[in-house]
């Protein structure tokens, strides 16, 4: 296994310098200008030529990629041309609000969409299957904006349960504030993710419960309870987490409708802001980032297939 | 041996699973009795700004922001109060009798944040780098013989030439003030943004430099050792006397998202809400909606002079006379109780204002059928007019579609072009013909302090490719009134050459001024005394329990 883990890592270095040099020439090919940015609205030609050279805009692109290589190299990801702060120092400062808000919301999926695509399946064609589905659909369709203001509007305003905006770390504040702020955007995001797990696993579920060692289990007199989360649930898992992983990796790496409705400064306001603003060091940390997370989420997922079915062995 | 494994991991998660959801559960219901118990922080001010800070250098950027956070730590030299007049600030002044030499006293208890005193040769270096950055300081130092510390707390600017405008400014307080920065911070470039680390200043705030989150998050403690003026405040001079321990702004990108944290009590001051959402505002008892910024702001359209067709002065005419300001105010602010048409380029509350050379047409339109004779006078070819359109920024995006249609009717071809803002402030800067990546034509805002006067508003500069402001016209006639402008000393010697000005400016059509709007700002009853003035401030304001 390690031996596996240790080439699938390795196997996405290439795609990361892809990555790298398709961002920074994308980048640097794209309308915009980071010193008109900052010069802002009163600045002459000559000033924005020497803000250019002090950034180091006014040099050869292959020298400005080279200069960035090599600061990789040695785990440095740049400054920010707008804050002057480590890029590092700004991703990390948004990670915690994102990624906290991420496990939240997919354990809250999680939590409610299995069981209801589990029942769906097990009460197929039934009323509770069409109510489970319908839901679905709408969880579906719509926009998790409006679901946010909806649930703002009850819980913020109406009742005046909750905050409306806002964000407290676990780290500095603890549990209690954290998840005070934190539940509405996690159920503002879970929407999309219930409807979605549900729907698959109401899928899976209906494959597997068609099989003959289901039958065999209902002969062997085992309860509708025990057939239908020890045998088939088990069974129909693997393409459940599928959904699940990549929808976690969608959620690390920023979703700015939430993080804007809610005011959370997480890592898709940064990288929103970061494209805005023409912050090339920023983006491009944040885009490599990204996608060593979607490697690494994607190999947990494979290897956690293991613990369901363990038929599956990696070589 | 899977199995057995996999059932205990199974038990395992089935046990951490409901434990997770009852420490939701009792975190949850733990918080909520928390929060309606939570005392009010009475010291603790919460505002939400028109934009997040992300760049911390108020020399270095324009940007409106940047000036706001400026004032927060920094102080001027000179303040400038609601009479247009230039007061002492940090320093008190004299002039010699010829005018050729200023001299500023520092007054006493003036302290850097880091405990340091400030001395006049941190106003030097303060004053030289403004200078070299602002395009108004530009000018006074081509007036400018020698600039220096004659003891610490005496600075000495000396003219090799007159110049009557040193005071005004200087005690200009919108884009680019002259903030006043230790020595060892104003030596850097003014191509060489602050650092975080540089943000220390002898204002009535300090900045909070743990607590800092670029674009999101900015905190200012009030500064114990600072000594305010003992006049009362108004606009940015007399006394900056804080009333809070604390001033956080919180930047919100969503407009329904600060309405809602308004309306709930979570922050205290909105400056800019959005005008569609007022009236949800204005419905609520405990809010004050109140403009702050009475001079608010002027819109504008601007040419490129370099191209055709607005290289040519009877084309730029035919585009003026086909101009009405009413409806491109309507298209952008909506409500006429916050924008009013003007026909002044300096503004139509200041002491410069007058209408002089505009065309009636103006205000309300009805000169459509003069900018057709026009154009047909200037035998135009049907050139398209590359308009740039900025799709992203509400307070710039209606103008070009409205002022389209207008040049269309009077018989114009328009290219209009959608792009984001910084696109378009990328490409503005482009002198290249339109047809390679170049421009006719875009519009934007101005502060009306940034425009109150020909020395300080950029559309009036006629230095050309080199020197002057996007668009760049060639003008040494406008330059020389505006030299004569700078050495008139009475009011109404100024008042008559910024008529003359304003003449020769709409005869060449080097801006059209599409009116003015003032946006009102959103409080809670708990704060009182808030300054009205030209740029937001935090001094002066009181939160009640």
Redesign the interface.
Known sequence: MFSYCLRRTLAAVPVMVVVALFVFLLLRLSPGDPAAIIAGDMATPEQLDRIRETLGLNQPIYIQFFHWSGELLRGDFGTSLMSNLPVTQLMAQRLEPTVSLALLSIALSVVVAVPMGVIAAWKHGSLIDNAIMSLSVLGFSVPVFVTGYILIKIFAIDLGWLPVQGFKRISQDGFGPFIQHAILPALMLSTIYIALIARMTRASMLDVLGEDYIRTAHAKGASEKRVLFKHALRNAGVPILEVIGTGFALMITGVVVTESVFNIPGLGRLTVDAILSRDYPVIQGLILVTSGVYVLINLAIDLSYALLDPRIRYQ | M??PL?RR?SMARRRL?GG??M??LL??C???S??AAAPAEASTLRAVMHS?L???DPI????HITRDHGYMIWDTLLGMDDQFQPQPQMADWSVSDDGMTYTFTLRDGLKWHDGGEVTASDAVASFKRWAA???GGQMLMDHVASVEATDPQTMTLTLSSPFAYVLELMAKPS??PLFVMPARIASK?P??????EDQIGSGPFKFVADEY?????VVYEKFEDYVPRKEPASWTAGGKVVNVDRVEW?N???A??AL??L??G?IDFLESPSVDLLPVLQANPDLTIEKINELGSQTIGRFNFLYPPFDDPKIRQAALMAMDQEDVLASLVGNPEFYSTCDSMYGCQTPLATDAGAPDSLATGGGTEAAKKLLEEAGYDGTPVVMMQPT?APTVSPQPVIAAQLLRQAGFTVDLQP??W??L???R?S?QPPSEGGWNMFF?N?YIP?VWNPLVN?MLNGRG?????FGWPDDAELESMRNEFAKATSDDDRKAIAERIQQHAFEQVTYIPLGEYSIPAAWNNDLSGILHSPVPVFWNITKSE
Do not use: C, H
């Open positions: 899977a199995t996999s991991f699973l997770m959801a420490m939701a975190s949850t733990g918080a909520i928390s929060l997040g992300r760049v911390l270095t950027t324009t940007a950055r602002d395009g884009s680019v470039s191509d060489e943004t602050l650092t975080v989150d670029p674009g999101n998050r919180i919100m990108s969503d329904q998202t809602n944290a309306n709930s979570e992203d792009m984001d910084q696109t402030v990328t490409r800067a002198q934007t101005w940034e950029p490719k080199d020197g002057g402001w």
